[in-house]
Nanobody, 114 residues
Framework: QVHLVESGGGLVQPGGSLRLSCAAS????????MAWYRQAPGKQRELVAV???????NYADPVKGRFTVSRDNAKNTVYLQMDSLKPEDTAVYYC????????WGQGTQVTVSS
């Protein structure tokens, strides 16, 4: 019964910004660590960012300093603010509950291109 719905992706020029959202249902959201992943065509799925139930964060090196993960427990939503976007950020972005690693939403496409 767990559902994850990603949104906010789109087409943006290099250097631009996007904010992704992931709405979760079917879980007690506030007790779970959440993660963002991405998968580019022909590449393995890559962990991008993690936020704990307490709000501590970790980032993959390629996005460090450019992306910010946050959460709003009242809205059962985790966010990924993406700034200074690069073409290599192009991918489908997914959120994931750390304790439920096999449950995925539909993802949201981010395309960075001039």
């Amino acid at each position: 019964q767990v559902h994850l719905v990603e949104s906010g992706g789109g087409l943006v020029q290099p250097g631009g910004s996007l904010r992704l959202s992931c709405a979760a249902s079917g879980i007690i959201f506030g007790i779970h660590a959440m993660a963002w992943y991405r998968q580019a065509p022909g590449k393995q799925r890559e962990l991008v960012a993690v936020i704990s139930s307490g709000g501590s964060t970790n980032y993959a090196d390629p996005v460090k300093g450019r992306f910010t993960v946050s959460r709003d427990n009242a809205k059962n939503t985790v966010y990924l603010q993406m700034d200074s976007l690069k073409p290599e950020d192009t991918a489908v972005y997914y959120c994931n509950v750390r304790l439920l690693p096999d449950i995925w939403g539909q993802g949201t496409q981010v395309t960075v291109s001039s």
